[in-house]
């Protein structure tokens, strides 16, 4: 059953299912549910999933959320949760803010797992056209179109189906809608975010940077990612999920959960 936890600037819905070692899922800009199919597959942990603010049956109550705030959010639900310390897996845009929950809370995140960051770029990256001109769509009302122009560079053919296999018309039609909330108010967020100022290279936890095979193939950007910012933190590994796509939680999500348990096995949080 969901719950609802009320900040200053925005209206949190969460549900806190199983038990054990606490995971927190975050999910990426254009998909609320996206974790939901993952959450299901993690027995023997305490599962922690949210709707961010401005997303699914969540409210942002201020129009302005930074990706400080939105890692806030996250921290507010855990202490509300009364769970002091947890694994924390983060997809696209979830993930960077992950990374900023693990930097402003670190005695919070025992350990990261991040699925293809939207941020930070890798250093000269060139800006792909795609992006303004779905941003561009958005702003001209037309978010159908602008959800596959911002997301068909990154995730193989016939995604569309994948969505709707794993969370129905409904969950494809709200992934698209949910549209509105990036393209007017997130995408400022994660471009105004600094990694640098933020301060990722102080992190000192576990942090496993993931990214999909078919990313090379698509030519997308997040392999480059990962591996500059493993360069940059003191504790990261890469890993490479053959087959996968941007929507790597959707297409197999028992294969990504596998990934979790398997990585969150060797991190033990020590309870004593």
Not at 19 to 44: I, M, N, Q, T
Not at 226 to 234: E, F, G, K, Q, S
Request: charged content about 20%; aromatic content about 6%; some cysteine.
């Amino acid at each position: 059953m969901a719950a609802t936890h009320l900040s200053t600037d925005a209206s949190i819905v969460y549900w806190d299912e199983g038990a054990g070692e606490p995971v927190l899922l975050v999910h990426a800009s254009f998909g609320a549910d996206w974790f939901a199919p993952l959450a299901a597959l993690l027995p023997g942990h305490r599962v922690v999933r949210t709707h961010r603010a401005g997303y699914g049956a969540s409210r942002d109550l201020s129009g302005h959320l930074t990706v400080a705030d939105h890692a806030r959010h996250l921290a507010e639900v855990l202490h509300g949760a009364g769970i002091d310390r947890a694994h924390v897996v983060g997809h696209s845009s979830g993930a960077s803010i992950a990374l900023h929950l693990a930097v402003a809370y670190p005695d919070l995140v025992h350990s990261l797992i991040a699925l293809e960051p939207a941020a930070p770029p890798a250093a000269g990256e060139t800006r792909n056209p795609a992006i303004g001109q779905a941003i561009s769509a958005a702003h001209e009302g037309d978010l159908e179109r602008a959800f596959d122009l911002f997301l068909g560079d990154v995730m193989s053919p016939g995604y569309r189906d994948v969505l709707a296999r794993a969370l129905g018309a409904r969950g494809l039609a709200e992934s698209v809608a949910s549209g509105r909330y990036f393209f007017d108010r997130e995408i400022a967020a994660l471009v105004g975010w600094d990694s640098g100022t933020a301060g990722v290279e102080t992190l000192e936890q576990p942090v496993l940077l993931v990214d999909g095979g078919e990313g090379e193939r698509l030519g997308s950007p997040y392999r480059a990612r990962n591996r500059a910012l493993a360069r940059r933190l003191r504790n990261a590994s890469c890993l490479t999920m053959a087959g996968l796509s941007h929507a790597m939680p959707l297409e197999d999500p028992a294969a990504v959960a596998k990934t979790v348990l398997d990585f969150i096995r060797l991190q033990p949080i020590d309870t004593r």
